[in-house]
């Protein structure tokens, strides 16, 4: 009792797109992100298979897209059509690598790359000329916990990935009902502002690591354009165990 199979009536009522998009066979992990297997996206963001017994775990990745001409941060909103975390703000695109041999490739992170620069274009509609996979710079991972409502739930080890590029955008309005560009101040503001809500992940990147890399970043690019490879030095391979 309690297998997802007998679950008939989870995604009923839900868009078409986003419970298509549930089928997408995502990378089990241990607890030191060692793939064990292999799920559907549905299952691994079921509650009642991310708390015991099961405790499933997967792989996934947020990136946070730089402008080079001021190091603005991109955020997006997303959609209401979302099953998990709707119409909440969140960094540029947080996604899943897939259960497949090019984004399960770990060799300097090119599969979690591969799967970012993926995502952008589904999400944002961000050519993929404009953000070559070498662009792509990774940081740390965390690992942690949270639910969405009673029913739905996260439960990654998410590496974190930082890009600077000036990139045209053709947002997908299943994924992202708004996006806007912000300095570290006005995101700041954003916080503050109580009619604005944020993604459990995303608060947890911005509380430990956002603002004092990106201030680096932008120190690091006085009388230059802005480029994540200048901030390449403070990679840490440590899993950051965070809200779980």
């Given amino acids: 009792m309690g297998s997802i199979s007998t679950m008939a009536d989870e995604l009923e009522g839900h868009d078409q797109e986003q419970i298509a ?14 793939a064990i297997g292999e799920e559907s996206k549905k299952t ?16 996934a990745f947020s990136c946070f897209l730089f402008r080079p001409s001021d190091g603005k941060l991109l955020l997006q909103k997303r959609a209401a059509e979302k099953i998990t975390f709707p119409s909440l703000w969140t960094n540029t695109c ?9 984004e399960m490739d770990l060799k300097d992170n090119i599969g979690v790359r591969r799967a970012a620069q993926r995502k952008l274009y589904q999400e944002l509609g961000i050519p993929t000329s404009q953000i070559p996979i070498s662009d792509f710079v990774y940081l740390t991972r965390i690992h942690y916990l949270a639910p969405s409502d009673g029913l739905w739930g996260e439960h990654e080890i998410d590496y974190i990935l930082f890009l600077t590029a000036e990139v045209d955008l053709n947002v997908n309005p299943n994924e992202c009902s708004d996006v806007t560009w912000v300095s570290p101040t006005e995101l700041k503001s954003m916080i503050a502002d109580p009619n604005n809500n944020f993604t459990p992940w995303f608060k947890l990147i911005v509380d430990r690591f956002l ?10 690019s006085k009388n230059q354009q802005v480029n994540a490879h200048l901030i390449a030095d403070a990679q840490d391979n440590t ?3 965070m809200g779980s």
Avoid: G, T, Y
């Fill in 21 to 34: 998009l549930m089928e997408e066979r995502l990378i089990l992990l241990d607890k030191d992100d060692n």
């Fill in 44 to 59: 691994c963001h079921l509650m009642v298979n991310i708390l015991p017994p099961r405790s499933l775990l997967h792989r």
């Fill in 94 to 102: 947080c996604s899943h690598p897939l259960a497949n041999q090019d």
């Fill in 211 to 220: 603002f004092p890399w990106w201030n680096d970043l932008l120190n690091r």
């Fill in 239 to 241: 899993i950051h165990r």
